[in-house]
């Protein structure tokens, strides 16, 4: 099936370009009038952390306040990088939980599937949550795990740095563990500023990129066709479009 922009659902974000938020097509991806090369990134997390306002931070530029637990919305749109447009797929993901009585992590089937089919990785945790932190190790060896071989581009987020009073993890841990890692760490604040979470989603994406090589389209693991997560639930897309545009028009007609 190929699906083009609805212009109900596409928005010009001041100064985002060519901004697209949109369901992914079913197949083929190669067939749809998009760039040539497809930079798929997953973000993981525990509960709470702030996934899903990163994300749509990232791709609106806005905080929107509350969300519903999240069940694994997927969005696309454009994106220039370093002169070259590329198609950009953001993957959200319920939580993982650590496990008290195992040594391990709690981990959705679905996410797993988000794992074995992106090429990057955010993994996020709140700079308010010591136990969101202590997840990330074992994420980070779960997707070690499902990706054995090569290189795993990553970056660290410690999201809600606005909150610096409730502060439970020191920066240097953050940067400690993103360098154990082999990835960069970044504090960010969904809720208080873009350019911190641009910068940091913008680094990811570089290095996938990067990673990527020529674009010559998907990038395939072992001759493998992989199914794609989750479709996007259509109602949840058109209620956060609906709450964007609506804060668009208070804030329009504010003092
Ligand atoms: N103060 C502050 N609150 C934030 C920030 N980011 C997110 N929040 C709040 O934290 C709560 C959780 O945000 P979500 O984006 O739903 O977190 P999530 O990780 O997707 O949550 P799950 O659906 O449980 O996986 C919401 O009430 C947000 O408004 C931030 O940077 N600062």
Same mark, same amino acid.
């Given at each position: 099936m190929r699906i083009t922009a609805d212009p109900t659902r596409t928005m010009s974000g001041g100064g985002s370009g060519n901004f697209l938020l949109v369901?992914?097509?079913e197949y083929p991806v190669l067939d749809c009038v998009v760039p040539n090369k497809n930079v798929k990134i997953?973000? /993981?997390g525990a509960s709470n952390?702030?996934?899903t306002a990163l994300i749509v931070r990232f791709l609106t530029k806005r905080f929107i306040g509350d969300y519903e637990a999240n069940t694994g919305a997927l969005y696309s749109r454009k994106l220039?990088?370093?002169?070259?447009e590329v198609s950009l797929q953001v993957q959200d993901t319920p939580c993982v939980a650590l496990q008290d009585d195992v040594d391990g992590l709690y981990c959705q089937e679905q996410i797993n599937r988000s794992i074995y089919w992106a090429?990057?990785?955010v993994l996020v945790f709140s700079i308010t949550d010591y136990n969101s932190y202590r997840t990330i190790q074992p994420l980070y060896q779960h997707v070690r795990r499902i990706h054995p071989s090569g290189n795993i581009p990553v970056i660290l987020v410690g999201n809600k740095?606005?909150? /610096?009073r409730a502060r439970q993890v020191p920066a240097e841990e953050g940067e400690g563990l993103a360098a154990s890692l082999g990835g960069v760490y970044f504090e960010a604040s969904a809720r208080e500023n873009h350019d911190g979470v641009h910068a940091a989603f913008l680094q990811l994406c570089q290095e996938v990129s990067r990673a990527l090589g020529g674009g010559?389209?998907?990038?395939r693991r072992a001759g493998l066709h992989?199914?794609?997560?989750?479709s996007p639930n259509m109602q949840e897309l058109k209620r956060r479009f609906r709450q964007v545009l609506s804060s668009k028009v208070k804030s329009a007609s504010g003092p």
């Open positions: 369901p992914i097509p997953v973000v /993981l952390v702030g996934k220039n990088l370093e002169g070259e090429d990057g990785y740095s606005d909150l /610096l010559n389209g998907e990038k992989l199914a794609r997560p989750k």
